[in-house]
C-alpha cells in the first residue's frame, strides 16, 4: 500500500475516543457539534464514550460518534495515508469507510479490487472504486434488480431502512436477485459492503448517507495545511 501525499494532514486532524466527561478537553467541541448538527442531544447520557474527529489547530469536531465499549479509531488515519487528492468525491468515499471499531480495513482502497465480479456495478461503483457505502446506492442497485411491481419507492426505501437492521426478510429477498449483468446482488453485497464491517456480521458492513457535507468541511480546513 503505497502512502498518499496527503498522510502529513495526519499531523492536523485526528480521530479519536474519550470518555464523555465534562473535564475532558474534547467535550466541549463535541457537545457543539452535536447541538450544531441536531444530533445525539437526547441520548449522550446513555453513552460512556463519544468519538471525535477534530482539527488540532482549532479543536473544532468535523464528525462525532457514541458508544459504550473501548473501540479502535484508526481507521481515518488508515484511510487519510491512501487518500490519492482532495476531489470531492474521493474525500467523500474515505470518511464513508471511517468508523471506530472497523476490523475490516481496505488496502488499496481508491483503486477497484482485482478480478472484480461485475462490470455493471464497476461502471455504476465507479466513485466508490466498486465498494457500496451509500444508502442511495443500494437503493439504486436494488432497483436495477428488481422487475414488475416490486420496483417501486417506498418497498425500495423500507428494504434500505431494513438492510441496516439486519432483517431476515431483506436478505431473503436479495439472495433472489440479481444485476443486469446477470451477477448476484447478494454476492455483491457480502463482498462489497465495508463499512462497519466486523467478525459477527458475515460479510456483509452497513450503508450510509452520504458524507460530502463532511468532506466538504475537511477539504476546506485542509487546504491551509497544502504548500504547492
Known amino acids: 500500500m503505497k502512502k498518499s501525499k496527503y498522510s502529513f494532514l495526519n499531523n492536523h486532524f485526528k480521530f479519536i475516543q474519550f470518555e464523555l466527561d465534562k473535564s475532558n478537553e474534547y467535550y466541549t467541541p463535541f457537545i457543539k457539534y452535536c447541538k450544531d448538527n441536531n444530533l445525539y442531544e437526547d ?12 482539527e488540532i489547530e482549532t479543536k473544532e469536531a468535523l464528525l462525532t460518534g457514541l458508544n459504550n465499549d473501548v473501540a479502535d479509531c484508526s481507521s481515518f488515519e488508515f484511510y487519510l495515508t491512501q487518500l490519492p487528492d482532495l476531489e470531492l468525491n474521493n474525500v467523500a468515499y474515505m470518511f464513508s469507510l471511517v ?25 455504476y461503483l465507479k ?15 436494488l432497483s436495477c434488480s428488481l422487475i414488475g411491481d416490486d420496483n417501486q419507492y417506498n418497498y425500495i426505501n423500507d428494504y434500505r431502512r431494513l438492510f441496516n437492521c439486519r432483517a431476515k426478510k431483506v436478505f431473503d429477498k436479495i439472495k433472489e436477485l440479481y444485476l443486469p449483468d446477470g451477477y448476484s446482488y447478494y454476492k455483491l453485497l457480502k463482498s462489497y459492503t465495508p463499512y462497519g464491517n466486523d467478525e459477527y456480521s458475515d460479510g456483509f458492513g452497513f450503508i450510509r448517507t452520504p458524507t460530502h ?15 504547492e
Do not use: H
Not at 131 to 138: D, K, N, R
Open 43 to 54: 441520548c449522550i447520557k446513555e453513552y460512556k464514550y463519544g468519538t471525535c474527529l477534530f
Open 127 to 141: 466513485d466508490t472504486y466498486g465498494q457500496v457505502v451509500y444508502t442511495y446506492q443500494f437503493m439504486s442497485l
Open 99 to 123: 468508523s471506530d471499531g472497523a476490523t475490516k480495513q481496505l488496502q488499496n482502497a481508491f483503486s477497484i479490487p482485482t478480478n472484480y465480479p461485475s462490470e455493471f456495478a464497476k461502471e
Open 213 to 227: 457535507k463532511i468532506a466538504w468541511d475537511f477539504i476546506e480546513r485542509a487546504k491551509k495545511y497544502i504548500t
